[in-house]
């Protein structure tokens, strides 16, 4: 038995004592248990961590997590969260949210905080459905859909995350399915690394109220021939033979199989996360089945400056440069007369 | 300069500057009041202009003015009526006419009284003729044409040459009041360093009205208000936004927090982000947010990780940020919330003031959700309460709503600067670390206010949020937890009141009729009292600053008069409050809901009827 030492963590350590109370078979498991993993992977003490969320099924993740936890008010994470970073850029700081809660009532803030660049690691849940208020269709539901506050189809567009993302100017978005553990784990730990706001889509099942939604796309069966896990570098070839890929015709993607007409791997497109221009990743995130694999793993993650170092720097320099030094000094600055 | 033969003494005089809002009053009052202060007056200013950042030239609507009140003694207010009118077009007299004292001086701009100005400030006639302005000592100087003659040989611009116009029109109020036109002139040079085309421009403008008054002998005699017997020490002008993001700044630097503002720009609250804004030498963390809801929110998640966090907002924001307030309340953290009331509901009126936010700050939130609410009352003294707000929050673990007004906020006094050891100290209700396990909800016997464990501190990891929780921080709807836990919350803010200060009578601890307000309508409460004083009526006079939790001493106070009058800017909130938590009272009213302060004659005028009838 090997001994553990206390800069040891593991991802038991990250267990709080309070019941998990999502719905048996419910995705949210699996992306707390992934999570867990990344963060055990990560090398930070525990105590630098804070899970920001809002409201919401996966907003009681922070419950859950033996971290420092803030669960906010609906559609308000990124705000909170962003204060946290700001006043401590120390903290890695997580928000957990949903498709309802970052897209819907909390739409502003989620385009602010990625439009500023605030190091955040933003955990989207995305079922596509309101869980917690049982049943009805959100901003990322297909448009046509049955629920409760749509009984005869929706009649209203759905957001695309990534879409949102990088019309936001965001640098780092991911996506990656709740039930693989393995591609969550280093998409997280990625996304952990990433300096400024990143932010990971996870198709993540409802069991209840929209169960199966990502199924045609996620299951066990098909999910290597419906999904491309990319990495940066790497050519884009999927399927459960390794003989698709993707290639740019004209100004479109298109699958062609290796072998047919001529197409060997090197006429196959390289992704390549860390290109600023974000023309092609915007292609690659709005992928949909069936005419394309629904592209997971890493799109894009684009370095840049980060909001809250700019406000420290900016602080250092107007402080080494200003005689005022106190409040005292404010006081008694500028326009003061004597009363003798 | 010219000696002047015959100078007269005067406690106080009361100066309006009116023009359309291009043609820079707020800039002329500004500097006028900063003259006189130096010079030792005690003054009180007041700036009134339109919402519209250019309204129709030449409309009433569009008139932009700034009053100041200066004295030999002390000066509580911006006065009623003016003593003297600049009026730099037909519509500035056309609005000012009736707050100006018969006998007074009216100085105008000939040039501008074209047929088009009188039509479009709405007279139908001559407004020498149609408001009877032989009833004033009227100066119709011919400002426009004199600018240009004077600036003539500076090869600028039309445009440029008329907007010194108002620098003319100072400078002829400088003579008037026998006043050096030094400290503007080094206000020119510091603000238009980089052209030296414009310093040289205002100078001529300001010494040619300066002269021209001299040599018209505008005014016989010249008016002299000599230096208010004030307290000795140091002084500086600040109007109350300013003083607010100060008190702010000085409570961060005694609690050794560092200070986090999250606003969204509002009228007329901006001018505390603006203020926090360029404080980053003292290292202020200020975040325009994208609304007002990630204003507090952003402040709730810096709280959170310990630092002293603020928004600062006007009604129609108060509102935003309510759902945010209860979480603040939920959560206990210390947050300052700072309300800069204007005239509502709705987008009311952005730039006057009013005093109607006041049962919002109190009740407006689900559930029960109480908070400590506090009231400045003079713009310097924004900066006591600001930093009272920010000692109470950190100290009792709690949001507490600062409320001031757009008079208070824009309006600007001397103020005898304090001395940073003389402020009291806050000490932040931090969570002891060695006191193991922590406790989210665990509080201190005397004040119940729970402790403050900081993110990135071992061994207190801990989650808060909006739903109830145990004292552990679990999640629970137990029946009883909740009930339990809604009357800590709200003794926690009832205990509060070891911090309020008694109420202070001023005047007479007895008598027939006991004047009572808040906030900023207060100074005029006060002046109309001390005058009925004067005059022999058994009144006295109270300020509440403290609205929640209020004064120990209010019911024994009441119980010393025979009559009660509840003097607010609103239909009588304050009124209303009182008569909820001291039902044994009869409570009469003075009320204004004009956007604009009271006048003191108002006010006595209405004590009067109270005391007589």
């Known amino acids: 038995m090997t001994e553990i030492t206390s800069n040891q963590v593991t991802p038991r350590d990250f267990k709080s ?90 739409g502003n803030h989620f385009i602010h905080v990625v439009r500023r660049n605030i190091d955040i690691n933003i955990i989207l849940f995305n079922n596509e459905i309101y869980g917690l208020t049982k049943g009805q269709y959100s901003p990322t539901s297909e448009k046509g859909i049955i629920t409760k506050t749509s009984p005869y189809g929706t009649v209203e567009e759905p957001f695309s995350v990534g879409e949102l993302v990088i019309g936001a100017k965001g640098k780092f978005f991911a996506r990656t399915i709740d039930s693989n553990v393995s591609l969550s784990t280093r998409i997280y730990v990625e996304a952990a690394k990433h300096k400024g706001t990143s932010v990971v889509e996870v198709l993540q099942n409802c069991v209840i109220f929209n169960d199966g939604i990502h199924e045609t796309v996620t299951g066990k069966d098909v999910r290597d021939d ?82 809250e170092n700019d406000v420290v720097s900016q602080i250092n320099e107007i402080k080494n440069s200003s005689k005022i030094k106190c409040m005292d000094d404010l006081l008694n600055s500028g326009s003061v007369w004597k009363v003798e | 300069m010219g000696t002047k033969s015959k100078v007269i003494e005067r406690e106080e005089v009361v100066i309006r500057f009116s023009g359309d809002s291009g043609d820079g009053m707020q800039l002329t009052g500004s500097l006028f009041s900063d003259t006189a202060a130096l010079y030792g007056n005690d003054l009180t200013t007041f700036p009134d202009y339109p ?284 947050i300052v919330i700072i309300d800069v009331q204007r005239g509502g509901p709705s987008t009311g009126l952005p730039t006057k003031t009013e005093q109607a936010d006041l049962l919002q700050a109190l009740f407006g939130r689900n559930g029960e959700c109480p908070v400590v609410v506090l009231a400045a009352s003079t713009p310097s003294n924004c900066f006591h309460f600001a930093f009272e707000a920010a000692r109470i ?42 006191e193991l396990p922590y406790l989210p909800y665990k509080r201190d016997t005397a004040k119940l206010a729970r402790f403050w464990a900081i993110p990135g501190t071992p061994d207190l990891e801990h989650r808060i949020g909006g739903l109830e929780k145990t004292v552990k921080g679990t999640v629970s709807y137990t029946p009883e937890n909740h009930e339990l836990m809604v009357h800590l919350r709200d003794e926690k803010v009832a205990r ?61 106070v009441f119980s010393r008069f025979k009559k009660i009058v509840v003097c607010e800017l609103n239909m009588g909130q304050f009124a209303n409050y009182l008569r909820m938590k001291f039902p044994e009272f009869h409570y009469e009213q003075i009320n204004k809901i004009q956007g604009l302060p009271f006048t003191i004659k108002e006010i006595k005028e209405k004590c009067l009827e109270i005391l007589e009838g």
Not at chain 1, 36 to 54: C, D, M, N, V, Y
Not at chain 1, 280 to 285: D, P, V
Not at chain 2, 522 to 531: C, H, K, L, N, W
Request: net charge neutral; with cysteine; hydrophobic share 40%.
């Open chain 2, 496 to 556: 509060v009141v070891e911090k309020v200060p008694d109420l202070e009578v001023v005047g007479e601890s007895s008598g027939e009729l006991l004047a009572v307000g808040w906030g900023g309508s207060s100074g005029y409460r006060f002046i109309a009292v001390r005058e009925l004083q004067n005059e022999g009526y058994k009144i006295s006079d109270v300020t509440f600053n403290y609205i929640n939790p209020l004064p120990r001493n209010v019911r024994e």
């Open chain 1, 17 to 106: 004592d309070q019941e998990v109370r999502w719905c048996p078979g419910c995705g949210d498991h699996a992306v707390l248990n992934a999570v867990q993993k990344a963060l055990s992977e990560l090398g930070i003490p525990r105590e630098k961590f804070a899970f920001i969320s809002g409201i919401g099924c996966s907003s009681r993740f922070p419950y859950y997590m033996n971290t420092y936890g803030f669960h906010g008010i609906h559609g308000r994470a990124s705000a909170i969260a962003s204060g946290v970073k700001i006043a401590n850029p120390e903290l890695s700081v997580w928000q957990i949210t949903g498709d309802g809660d970052a897209l819907a009532i909390g």
């Open chain 2, 51 to 334: 919402a519209e950042i250019r309204a129709p030239q030449g409309s009433v609507g569009g008139v932009s003015g700034f009053q100041v009140h200066l004295g030999h003694s002390e000066i509580y207010t911006p006065g009623d009526n003016a003593d003297v009118l600049v009026a730099m077009n037909p519509a500035a007299i056309k609005a000012n006419i009736n707050w100006t004292k018969p006998g007074g001086t009216i100085i105008y701009d000939k040039d501008n009284f074209t047929e088009k100005n009188i039509e479009r400030a709405g007279y139908l006639k001559d407004p020498v003729v149609e408001d009877n302005l032989d009833r004033f000592n009227v100066i119709a100087a011919p400002i426009s044409s004199m600018v240009r003659e004077a600036l003539k040989n500076l090869g600028l611009d039309p445009k440029t040459v008329l907007r010194t116009k108002n620098m003319f029109a100072l400078g002829m109020v400088y003579w008037l009041f026998d006043r050096k036109l030094k400290y503007t002139e080094q206000y020119f040079e510091k603000k238009f360093s980089q052209r030296p085309e414009i310093i040289e421009a205002n100078k001529i403008a300001l010494r040619a009205g300066y002269y021209y008054a001299e040599t018209i002998e505008a005014l016989a005699p010249v008016i002299r208000i000599s230096p208010a017997p004030i307290a000795k020490g140091k002084y500086r002008s600040i109007c109350g936004n300013v003083a607010t993001a100060w008190g702010l700044m000085a409570a961060a630097e005694k609690a050794k927090l560092q200070l986090f503002i999250g606003s969204y720009p509002i009228t007329p609250a901006s001018g505390i982000l603006e203020e926090l804004s360029a404080r980053k030498d003292l290292g202020v963390k200020s975040f325009q947010a994208e609304d007002e809801i990630a204003g507090i929110c952003t402040a709730l998640g810096a709280s959170f990780t310990g630092h002293l966090a603020a928004t600062s907002t006007s009604g129609p924001g108060l509102a935003l940020k309510s759902e945010a307030i209860g979480l603040a309340v939920m959560a206990e953290l210390p």
């Open chain 1, 226 to 307: 419906r999904t491309l896990i990319l990495k940066h570098g790497e050519p884009m070839i999927f399927g459960k033979e390794n003989n698709k890929g993707l290639i740019l015709d004209g100004l479109k993607l298109r699958v062609v199989k290796l072998g047919e007409n001529g197409i060997s791997e090197k006429n196959i497109l390289v992704h390549d996360a860390f290109e600023s221009n974000p023309g092609i990743q915007y292609m690659l995130a709005n992928m949909r089945y069936p005419e394309y694999p629904v592209a997971l793993g890493v799109i894009r993650e684009v370095p840049g400056p980060t909001y």
């Open chain 2, 393 to 434: 929050a950190l100290e009792h673990m709690t949001p507490v709503i600062l409320l001031t007004d757009g008079f208070l906020a824009n309006g600007s006094e001397p103020w005898k600067i304090p001395a940073m050891e003389n402020l009291p100290e806050i000490k932040p209700h931090f969570a002891n670390q060695k």
